[in-house]
């Protein structure tokens, strides 16, 4: 699936974005269903998407935030005045890619990771298998992040007990 870059920018500037959220409850097995369904209905609008999921309040609160988001550029929708920059309004055939986002204070410095899943194209020619892509990325990470949290509640531990002494 391709886009203009004038169509892009207009997705972008116009905020003509296709916009889901679905609470996420924290268990071990995180369900991407909703997501998936609202993926797959939307997915052929000639808008972007933003698919995402809360687990625990969602970034904004102190959780995690996993999001599914359709764009040319890899950077989340939101940064509108990067993205302004970064596509040219007079290219005609820009691929539409799907990308994968996680939001947490201990995924990264800047609490994101952004991650390209697949072209649109690729998502239509064989949504199962990008599914799965996407559930195994989403679940290394949220282990990546439960381990960064473990080891900083070892350290505050540790440096509790030696405080102590």
């Known amino acids: 699936m391709q886009i203009t870059g004038e169509k892009?920018?207009?997705n972008i500037a116009e905020d003509t974005i296709y916009y889901y959220k679905?609470?996420?409850s924290d268990s071990d097995h995180i369900a991407l269903d909703n997501l998936f369904m609202a993926l797959d209905k939307h997915i052929n609008d000639d808008t972007f998407i933003h698919i995402a999921g809360e687990i625990n309040g969602g970034i904004d609160e102190g959780g995690t935030t996993l999001t599914l988001?359709?764009?040319v550029v890899n950077l989340p929708l939101r940064y509108t005045n990067q993205l302004k920059k970064l596509i040219w309004p007079e290219k005609d055939d820009n691929d539409v890619n799907l990308y994968m986002i996680v939001e947490n204070v201990d995924v990264s410095q800047s609490n994101l990771k952004i991650t390209f899943v697949s072209s649109v194209t690729a998502y239509l020619d064989d949504s199962a298998?990008?599914?799965t892509k996407i559930s195994q990325w989403f679940d290394e990470q949220l282990a990546n992040i439960v381990a960064a949290q473990s080891d900083i509640e070892e350290t505050n531990e540790s440096d509790n007990k030696t405080s102590d002494n």
Request: a negative charge; zero cysteines; glycine letters at 0%.
């Open 8 to 10: 892009a920018l207009e």
């Open 22 to 24: 679905d609470n996420i």
């Open 69 to 71: 988001e359709t764009n």
């Open 129 to 131: 298998s990008v599914k």
